[in-house]
């Protein structure tokens, strides 16, 4: 699904960001991507959602080089995408329904069709009974949640969270870790960028470890 060949980044000619990265991630696959502060974390994903292009070496998801896409093929490639954040910036003028259905709606599916996806996505976060309140009056593990709904209405292939339980706590963190091990499950492939270690050791999936710029481990958990 996701596969980077010697990939390197370089921003204003001469900070290098990532320096020959390379790895394949399969269909249905679930991995972690860790690292400190500035490891080259971010740089990696914004390459993989086509927000930044490689300065050399190729990324290729599901098969196409992401250099060859612009205009509309590049915005058609990244609604695609499931996005979490670890703010997931919901619209709090709308409702949870509304917020989970804007993806939908921007890209251009039928009224008729939202109301099924819509629904179908809460249900999966456990939110079906917010359907109608408004983001304010959420705790932010229910933002969170709401968030990944919207991510995952449009029923993506791949699906990447930067630091998603970087503002919750411990238990909130583990249950957001299930509903990603349950989208799995049921073939996402699955990439989540954290440097909290007690989340990375709490599920025996893939790591891929990131210092300075450089792939420095890809391994599996210990507990694999």
Sequence with gaps: ???????????DGQREALSDVNFRLAPGEMAFLT?????GKSTLLRLILGLETASSGVVRVAGTDLSTLSGEKLARYRRRVGVVFQDPNLEED???????????RISGFSESEIPKRVKAALSRVDLSDQANAS????????QQRVGIARAIVHRPALLVADEPTGNLDPELSARVMRMFTQFQQLGVTILVATHERAVVESLPFRRLVIEKGCLVSDGMGANR
Excluded: C, T, W
């Design 1 to 11: 699904m996701i596969e980077f060949e010697s990939v390197a980044k370089v921003y």
């Design 35 to 39: 690292g400190h502060s500035g490891a």
């Design 94 to 104: 709308l409702s949870v329904y509304d917020n989970v259905a804007l993806p939908l």
């Design 135 to 142: 983001p304010r009056v959420l705790s932010g593990g229910q």
